[in-house]
């Protein structure tokens, strides 16, 4: 065991500590140790414990770290490091705990960490993950622990999620999920705390808002959403007021509705203008330009709402609505007894067209 944690140790990590290879443990945490983690370390393939966190450590996880067929814990929380999880992470079967919260981390959740099948603690929270949760994670069914928040994490909540039937805790807030909150969120049987909060979610089910109210208290107001029962009435020629229900929101929070027009059903739409608040239930698009037809949609923006925090949020549009009328079609008449060639144009029987028309 080496073991020189919670010193003043600077500079790099050597690379020539990959040569231990009898090391079953390396705990180098709370230092000032910079720079890259060689991947030399790789080489300690009877390693069972790697601890660096709380370091100024930067540069990219070594893919070489996926050769360690029997560590156990790999914490390197609170660094500075980036680029993208290496997917080759999967390979470590006897891992159980998977820590590196805080760093400046990318790109996608790798599936392979559904081949982590011993794991009980997984902390990925606030770096800069993106793209959509990997429903392989469902597989994770030894996992407690599984925190996923302050991330750019965007589309639905995986119902894969679901089959994690030791989870105690599950930490999704402060990202881009959007849509439903998948009812088998709720089958974990210890599952006690859920976070959710600062997302775009949308769920409809009775029963499953019911849970979450239970589990995560006042997520409703951290949601942002579009607002609802939105309006439109013609008030002059080229002017229209929108009226809606503004949605639940937290008075401190900064935000407001953003409204777009068109002169034609679905668009292209054009930005009107923004209104001072999340509070406020109305709006005047004033000065549009000559249509017999406008179309409005609104979307909600909401402000990061504290400077630690990962995301400032666009809801999606709502639904259009749309006031005035359709230029009217003029036809002209024309004679029932205009004849073509000698032969009358309309005639019973014939050309169903004439006689959907005013004739004379």
Not at 68 to 93: D, K, Q, R, Y
Not at 150 to 174: K, T, V
Request: charged fraction near 10%; glycine fraction near 8%.
């Amino acid at each position: 065991m080496l073991d020189l944690s919670s010193n003043h140790i600077t500079g790099n990590i050597p690379a020539t500590l990959g040569n231990l290879t009898n090391l079953n443990r390396v705990m180098l945490s709370v230092n000032h140790l910079s720079g890259p983690i060689p991947p030399e370390l790789g080489n300690l393939v009877n390693l069972q414990e790697l601890q660096l966190s709380e370091n100024e450590l930067s540069g990219p996880l070594p893919p070489t770290l996926g050769n360690l067929p029997l560590l156990e814990v790999l914490a390197i929380e609170l660094c500075f490091l980036s680029g993208e999880l290496p997917p080759e992470l999967g390979n470590l079967h006897n891992l159980g705990s998977l820590l590196l919260y805080r760093n400046q981390l990318q790109g996608a959740i790798p599936a392979t960490f559904g081949n982590l099948t011993n794991l009980e603690y997984l902390s990925l929270g606030t770096n800069h993950l993106s793209g959509p949760i990997s429903p392989e994670l469902g597989k994770l069914t030894q996992v407690q622990y599984l925190d996923l928040s302050s991330n750019h994490l965007s589309g639905s909540i995986p119902p894969e999620l679901g089959n994690m039937s030791s989870l105690l805790g599950l930490e999704l807030s402060d990202n881009q999920l959007s849509g439903e909150i998948p009812a088998e969120l709720m089958q974990p049987p210890y599952l006690y705390s859920v976070g959710v909060d600062y997302n775009m979610v949308t769920p409809t089910d009775p029963t499953v808002i019911a849970w979450l109210n239970m589990v995560d208290p006042g997520w409703e107001y951290t949601q942002t959403v579009p607002p609802s029962n939105v309006q439109a009435t013609l008030v002059a020629s080229h002017s229209a007021t929108l009226t809606w229900t503004p949605i639940p929101h937290l008075w401190w929070e900064e935000g407001f509705y953003e409204v777009s027009y068109a002169t034609r059903p679905g668009g292209p739409y054009v930005v009107h203008g923004t209104t001072p608040d999340r509070a406020t239930d109305h709006y005047g698009a004033a000065d549009l330009p000559p249509a017999n037809l406008y179309c409005f949609v609104v979307r909600t923006f909401t402000a990061r709402p504290i400077y630690y925090f990962a995301n400032e949020w666009w809801s999606a549009y709502s639904p259009e609505v749309c006031v005035g009328a359709p230029t009217a079609v003029h036809l002209r008449s024309f004679s029932a007894t205009a004849t073509l060639w000698g032969r009358p144009l309309c005639t019973p029987g014939r050309w169903p067209l004439c006689r959907a028309l005013p004739v004379r």
